[in-house]
């Protein structure tokens, strides 16, 4: 849109620094709020104290928010990562509001310890490798240099698990990172967003005689989102990490349950709850297979969904009406690894669809806004999804996705004529015993960037893995080396 922005500044007073002003706020939240003393369990102690330094980052929050929302000439960035490995935010929150020392001056005062405070809180259960470093990593980086950047991720009510020696043997368990609440998110119903899934296509002509598509009898999912802060580094910006949470649109059938049938009257509401319940469910079965798919769309659709309310509340803020000429110079979405690259065919079905652009106009859009992060050399670590599960599953989506494919093709053929064995290595649908959907390759067909994450890694995916798209559109390909973050 890029208007002239309205001065914005921030609607909440800065709370004061100071030891005691904290001690004070401290001991509010810790008897008022949570109807606790001094002498409580010390996970009381932990929440008390970040809903205190909650309140001392709130300003830049809903200022950052305001601010980026209306500023000219700005990109705004959207991070979508299946992780994101943050690990604990009182420390990192304090370090970067600079506030550390009078913290631990305040709670000395009180005779508490700050370390034994911060120890109290859990790992956020949201990531466990490189691939969610690196997301926790960009995140900081972001909001440090003051860019707007917001990150999509899932709301998982488990982490991965946990470990101990029983008996000399390791055993697994559970994760359950949210049992005693989470005192850093907001959660905001209001933005919530349905996610569809199954169902079947019905064809109907619009008033312009253009042929256009319904994917009606669906099951839906209502996803919520949470957020979180992520502080910069002593610069009153704090950008934000939105999560996503599971349920129902309808969590409780009483004509069931009055039947006796209690299962089955929550059966809607457990089933959308198992999208959320876990980071990386086991894939070793159909099921397993199923639910992976259905968390990696539910994040992408419930995101593209939430960023493109964004943009047209903008536009109503700024008395416009959306243009979408304008979506790509004014969004861009990063997609970290294969696992939201479904994003590609979504935003093409919310173009399609919903907004009812055409073909033509809605593929000069997706193909300018979206970006992809690759993490891995080794084919087999790069996710593919069996037709027949995307059939059931997602039918509009696999539609869109042949059409995509068909077109691509063409392009190819025309590139190198009568080079089937190309086209076959570069097609989306790769052929064999039982078909599947390359998620890698769609990425790279409807993206306009494709990284690797270090120099070696980059030079090793266009020379191998890409080498085909490479030579295609070697203007695609670049490097993002990891950067290093205190947190």
Not at 387 to 393: A, G, M, N, P, T
């Given at each position: 849109?890029?208007?002239?922005?309205?001065?914005?500044?921030?609607?909440?007073?800065?709370?004061?620094?100071?030891?005691?002003?904290?001690?004070?706020?401290?001991?509010?939240?810790?008897?008022?709020?949570?109807?606790?003393?001094?002498?409580?369990?010390?996970?009381?102690?932990?929440?008390?104290?970040?809903?205190?330094?909650?309140?001392?980052?709130?300003?830049?929050?809903?200022?950052?928010?305001?601010?980026?929302?209306?500023?000219?000439?700005?990109?705004?960035?959207?991070?979508?990562?299946?992780?994101?490995?943050?690990?604990?935010?009182?420390?990192?929150?304090?370090?970067?509001?600079?506030?550390?020392?009078?913290?631990?001056?305040?709670?000395?005062?009180?005779?508490?310890?700050?370390?034994?405070?911060?120890?109290?809180?859990?790992?956020?259960?949201?990531?466990?490798?490189?691939?969610?470093?690196?997301?926790?990593?960009?995140?900081?980086?972001?909001?440090?240099?003051?860019?707007?950047?917001?990150?999509?991720?899932?709301?998982?009510?488990?982490?991965?698990?946990?470990?101990?020696?029983?008996?000399?043997?390791?055993?697994?368990?559970?994760?359950?990172?949210?049992?005693?609440?989470?005192?850093?998110?907001?959660?905001?119903?209001?933005?919530?967003?349905?996610?569809?899934?199954?169902?079947?296509?019905?064809?109907?002509?619009?008033?312009?005689?253009?042929?256009?598509?319904?994917?009606?009898?669906?099951?839906n999912v209502l996803a919520i989102p949470y957020d979180m802060p992520i502080?910069?580094?002593?610069?009153?910006?704090?950008?934000?990490?939105?999560?996503?949470?599971?349920?129902?649109?309808?969590?409780?059938?009483?004509?069931?349950?009055?039947?006796?049938?209690?299962?089955?009257?929550?059966?809607?509401?457990?089933?959308?709850?198992?999208?959320?319940?876990?980071?990386?469910?086991?894939?070793?079965s159909e099921n397993g297979k199923e639910l992976r798919l259905r968390q990696?769309?539910?994040?992408?659709?419930?995101?593209?969904?939430?960023?493109?309310?964004?943009?047209?509340?903008?536009?109503?803020?700024?008395?416009?009406?959306?243009?979408?000429?304008?979506?790509?110079?004014?969004?861009?979405?990063?997609?970290?690894?294969?696992?939201?690259?479904?994003?590609?065919?979504?935003?093409?079905?919310?173009?399609?669809?919903?907004?009812?652009?055409?073909?033509?106009?809605?593929?000069?859009?997706?193909?300018?806004?979206?970006?992809?992060?690759?993490?891995?050399?080794?084919?087999?670590?790069?996710?593919?999804?069996?037709?027949?599960?995307?059939?059931?599953?997602?039918?509009?989506?696999?539609?869109?996705?042949?059409?995509?494919?068909?077109?691509?093709?063409?392009?190819?053929?025309?590139?190198?004529?009568?080079?089937?064995?190309?086209?076959?290595?570069?097609?989306?649908?790769?052929?064999?015993?039982?078909?599947?959907?390359?998620?890698?390759?769609?990425?790279?067909?409807?993206?306009?960037?494709?990284?690797?994450?270090?120099?070696?890694?980059?030079?090793?995916?266009?020379?191998?893995?890409?080498?085909?798209?490479?030579?295609?559109?070697?203007?695609?390909?670049?490097?993002?080396?990891?950067?290093?973050?205190?947190?």
């Amino acid at each position: 849109m890029n208007t002239t922005a309205t001065s914005v500044t921030a609607t909440l007073d800065k709370p004061n620094n100071n030891p005691q002003a904290i001690a004070d706020d401290f001991k509010h939240y810790l008897e008022n709020h949570l109807g606790r003393n001094n002498h409580c369990d010390p996970v009381y102690l932990y929440e008390a104290l970040s809903y205190a330094i909650r309140d001392r980052l709130m300003p830049g929050w809903c200022d950052t928010t305001q601010t980026t929302r209306l500023q000219p000439d700005t990109r705004r960035a959207y991070y979508m990562s299946l992780e994101f490995l943050i690990g604990r935010s009182l420390s990192n929150n304090l370090l970067n509001l600079g506030i550390t020392d009078n913290v631990d001056k305040a709670l000395y005062e009180l005779g508490n310890d700050l370390e034994q405070v911060i120890d109290q809180e859990a790992d956020a259960g949201l990531g466990n490798g490189g691939l969610g470093r690196l997301a926790a990593c960009f995140m900081d980086s972001c909001a440090t240099l003051g860019l707007p950047v917001l990150g999509y991720g899932i709301r998982y009510e488990y982490g991965m698990f946990r470990q101990h020696l029983e008996n000399g043997y390791q055993i697994e368990a559970p994760d359950h990172w949210l049992r005693d609440g989470n005192p850093w998110e907001i959660e905001r119903a209001e933005y919530s967003q349905e996610v569809r899934f199954g169902g079947h296509i019905e064809y109907y002509t619009d008033e312009h005689g253009q042929r256009r598509t319904h994917w009606v009898d669906t099951h839906n999912v209502l996803a919520i989102p949470y957020d979180m802060p992520i502080v910069g580094y002593q610069n009153d910006t704090v950008n934000t990490l939105r999560l996503w949470k599971a349920t129902a649109t309808d969590v409780f059938d009483l004509e069931e349950f009055n039947a006796g049938s209690y299962t089955e009257a929550v059966r809607e509401k457990n089933n959308a709850e198992h999208i959320s319940m876990v980071l990386y469910p086991n894939d070793s079965s159909e099921n397993g297979k199923e639910l992976r798919l259905r968390q990696q769309y539910f994040l992408a659709s419930a995101s593209l969904q939430d960023a493109i309310r964004i943009w047209e509340m903008t536009a109503k803020m700024e008395g416009v009406s959306p243009d979408y000429s304008c979506f790509a110079a004014d969004n861009v979405f990063q997609m970290n690894d294969t696992h939201p690259t479904i994003a590609v065919a979504e935003l093409m079905r919310i173009l399609l669809d919903d907004k009812l652009l055409s073909w033509d106009e809605a593929w000069a859009i997706t193909g300018k806004c979206l970006a992809y992060t690759n993490h891995t050399l080794l084919p087999e670590a790069l996710e593919r999804w069996p037709v027949d599960l995307f059939e059931r599953l997602l039918p509009r989506l696999l539609e869109i996705i042949y059409e995509i494919n068909a077109r691509f093709l063409k392009e190819v053929a025309q590139r190198w004529p009568g080079d089937t064995d190309r086209q076959q290595r570069m097609s989306i649908i790769e052929e064999g015993d039982y078909r599947q959907v390359r998620m890698a390759w769609l990425a790279i067909v409807g993206s306009f960037s494709v990284n690797g994450v270090a120099a070696l890694h980059s030079q090793l995916l266009v020379e191998g893995l890409f080498h085909d798209f490479y030579e295609l559109w070697p203007h695609k390909f670049n490097n993002k080396t990891n950067g290093v973050t205190p947190r």
